[in-house]
């Protein structure tokens, strides 16, 4: 089996061809442009934390104690306050360069505000944990990452300078200083110069182990938490349950209007031939027996698909919106409903439906199970969020566990984020009452 290409230097060094691939010139590239992205973050945040900068010298009498621990306070207080207005843009800089060696792409972890202008987009920010993961990758970027890489440029210039000092001896004027030590001729800069050959391969090596850590520590604090990516796992749920929800009511409403349309259609002809039948044949005859038999089978059947399609999705839910449906809901009903719906348009689909089909539910609990004799309805919308409720003077004790349905009313009102909440005391009344986030859909008609 082919092993998978690597995604990272530190995963590229432990190929045999990492010499003859892309990655050294990658991790070069990478550590290049570290230097002005350090160098771009260290001005703003160096004058941020310039009372750091004054405080670090002092020390010894108490009074400069005392304002060295003053000016920290400040110099903190001040990179606090403004750092992530630095670190925020930085970040996204930094999620973009990393690209050059890390072939997984990085999410940021931040959410979108509340809402639009600068002070709730400050709020938002201020309160998120990966703010203040930028703003300490921002720090190391200008304090640590300058110190190691200004390490690795003598390293290389040193490494650089053996591997010419035959060059420098033989062209120079006197004793040439490579660090600890001193060469005066040629030969003695010969041992200088084999080892630096010899270590020139190791420097594209060197090269991807420091950039890997420095992209494995970017990952770590500029990548979403295990909180984001909780939250971006949870909004994916919902809209992936949405969208579920959505085929479902499509669903319901393309069996419902094939039933109406199809096999509704052609038991209405069929009723109607019977019927035209029977005017053939002689009254009281075993014939006219069968063929009323018949009739009369042929209207149940119209009944039931009616009330089965009915039941499926009503079609003046469709058609007219939820307080027709409601109304409809009303006249069918055992008990006296009164139905009080002031709406100010249509809703989605799967939503009307779910308040329909809660409210259908209570209405049948009222008169099978509770005896009421009078159902009060009212249906609301503001603010984003439809309530309905269904009031009766039944006898109460509704139990959710006890097989009325409530159950599968609670998850189904669960599916499109809503809650339901039910009262039934012994001896009634029972409250049944759910409230559904949803947006206006369209406004209704005119006229």
Not at 53 to 75: C, D, H, K
């Amino acid at each position: 089996m082919r092993p998978l290409p690597p995604r990272t230097p530190l995963e590229a060094v432990l190929r045999w061809r990492f010499l003859l691939s892309g990655w050294p010139w990658r991790s070069a590239g990478y550590l290049l442009t570290s230097v002005p992205a350090a160098a771009l973050a260290a001005v703003p945040l160096t004058l941020i934390g310039l009372p750091l900068l004054i405080a670090a010298p002092m020390g010894g009498r108490a009074t400069s104690l005392v304002q060295a621990a003053f000016l920290v306070a400040v110099g903190v207080l001040l990179i606090a306050g403004i750092g992530p207005l630095v670190a925020v843009p930085l970040a996204e800089l930094e999620r973009r360069r990393l690209g050059m060696i890390d072939l997984t792409p990085i999410g940021s972890g931040h959410r979108r505000p509340s809402g639009p202008g600068p002070l709730r987009w400050l709020r938002t920010r201020y309160a998120e944990p990966a703010t203040w993961r930028e703003l300490g990758y921002a720090c190391l970027l200008v304090t640590v990452a300058p110190v190691l890489y200004a390490a690795l440029a003598l390293a290389l210039l040193w490494l650089l300078a053996c591997l010419v000092s035959p060059l420098l001896a033989q062209g120079g004027d006197g004793p040439v200083a490579l660090g600890p030590a001193t060469i005066g001729t040629p030969g003695d800069a010969l041992p200088y110069a084999l080892g630096a050959l010899v270590l020139l391969p190791a420097v594209p090596y060197g090269l991807a182990l420091i950039a890997g850590a420095h992209g494995l520590l970017a990952r770590a604090l500029l990548r979403r938490g295990s909180s984001e990516l909780l939250r971006v796992e949870l909004v994916e749920l919902s809209r992936s349950r949405a969208r579920l929800v959505d085929a479902f009511e499509a669903e319901r409403r393309r069996i419902e209007r094939d039933l109406h349309d199809g096999a509704q259609q052609r038991l209405i002809g069929l009723t109607l031939q019977i019927g035209l039948a029977r005017l053939d044949v002689p009254p009281g005859s075993p014939a006219a027996r069968s063929m009323d038999t018949a009739h009369a089978q042929a209207k149940r059947l119209m009944v039931e698909l009616r009330e089965l399609i009915h039941g499926i999705h009503p079609r003046v839910l469709t058609d007219r919106g939820l307080p027709a449906a409601l109304g409809e809901l009303a006249d069918q009903a055992a008990p006296a409903v009164t139905v009080d719906a002031e709406l100010p348009g249509r809703f989605p689909a799967h939503v009307e439906a779910t308040a329909y089909f809660v409210v259908a539910e209570a209405l049948t609990n009222a008169a099978k199970h509770g005896g009421a004799g009078r159902v009060r309805v009212t249906a609301r919308w503001l603010d984003g969020l439809l309530t309905v409720e269904a009031e009766d003077d039944g006898t109460g004790g509704a139990d959710p566990a006890g097989g009325t349905g409530l159950t599968g009313l609670a998850d189904r009102v669960a599916v499109i984020d809503g809650r339901m909440f039910l009262s039934s005391p012994t001896g009634g009344p029972t409250v049944l009452r759910v409230e559904l986030p949803c947006s206006l859909n369209r406004q209704p008609p005119s006229g």
